[in-house]
């Protein structure tokens, strides 16, 4: 399955992007869907995740109420709508689908599939 993520871009403090990732094949369908970020010199973390049926969710702490997950599976493809972006929400964004759904993965090495990431980057 091949991943792609787009969507990211150039935002002031305050306003508003929406990510996509793309599946390749129906795969996705059946698979948890996360978005996770990496700022230079930091780690990759998570961010948000999804399971196949859009049952269960789970938000880091620190973009919880400001991001929203969901997926449409009809079109292979999720989403990160993320509002009031900040600077410190600067990073790549990768999206990963695996295999984790009850309760939902927020460790990387248990995705299996990865997207090429997405720049993110917010300008006070």
């Known amino acids: 399955v091949q991943l792609q993520a787009y969507g990211g871009g150039l935002v002031q403090a305050g306003g508003s992007l929406r990510l996509s990732c793309v599946a390749s094949e129906s795969t996705f369908d059946g698979y948890a869907l996360g978005w996770f970020r990496q700022a230079p010199g930091k780690g990759r973390e998570f961010v948000a995740g999804i399971n196949w049926s859009s049952k269960f969710f789970d938000y880091a702490n620190d973009v919880k109420g400001r991001v929203a997950i969901s997926r449409d599976n009809d079109k292979h493809t999720g989403y990160l709508q993320m509002n009031n972006l900040q600077p410190e929400d600067t990073a790549v964004y990768y999206c990963?689908?695996?295999?984790?759904?009850?309760?939902?993965?927020?460790?990387?090495?248990?995705?299996?599939?990865w997207g090429q990431g997405t720049l993110v980057t917010v300008s006070s």
């Open positions: 990963a689908i695996g295999i984790w759904q009850q309760p939902l993965s927020r460790i990387p090495r248990q995705y299996t599939y």
